[in-house]
């Protein structure tokens, strides 16, 4: 089963803006206070891409260069979710938005060291 689920994708005008959710699929995943929790995604044609991360224990934020400025990411400990607000978004934030967890926030920006995965989320920015 996927550990993670995300939601709040779609169709979306350029100029606009969308919050992406994650949160785990069941009860027996834990999020641990060393995880951090990030958004990645992976726009047809391109390589998969660091967007965002938040650690659990210190809420720590770090983003990808595309984020930096248009993004921000939160964490609800108590709801056990992480959203993606994403405003002024063009048409090259089209993607598939992925949200993963690490165990540690070493190497936050490489995905191949994420253990969790959702299935993602498509974002679509056109007129």
């Known amino acids: 089963q996927v550990p993670l689920v995300e939601s709040g994708g779609g169709l979306v005008q350029p100029g606009g803006s969308v919050t992406l959710s994650c949160t785990p699929s069941t009860s027996d995943f834990v999020i641990y206070s060393s995880n951090i929790i990030s958004w990645f995604r992976q726009a047809p044609g391109k390589e998969r891409e660091f967007v965002a991360g938040?650690?659990?224990?210190?809420?720590?934020?770090y983003y990808g260069d595309s984020a930096q400025g248009r993004f921000i990411i939160r964490r609800d400990a108590a709801a056990n979710t992480v959203s993606l607000q994403m405003d002024n978004l063009t048409p090259e934030d089209t993607a598939i938005y992925y949200c993963?967890?690490?165990?540690?926030?070493?190497?936050?920006?490489?995905?191949?060291?994420?253990?969790?995965w959702g299935e993602g989320t498509q974002v679509t920015v056109t007129y």
């Open positions: 938040v650690t659990w224990r210190n809420y720590k934020r």
């Open positions: 993963a967890r690490k165990w540690d926030a070493d190497t936050w920006y490489d995905g191949s060291k994420y253990d969790a």
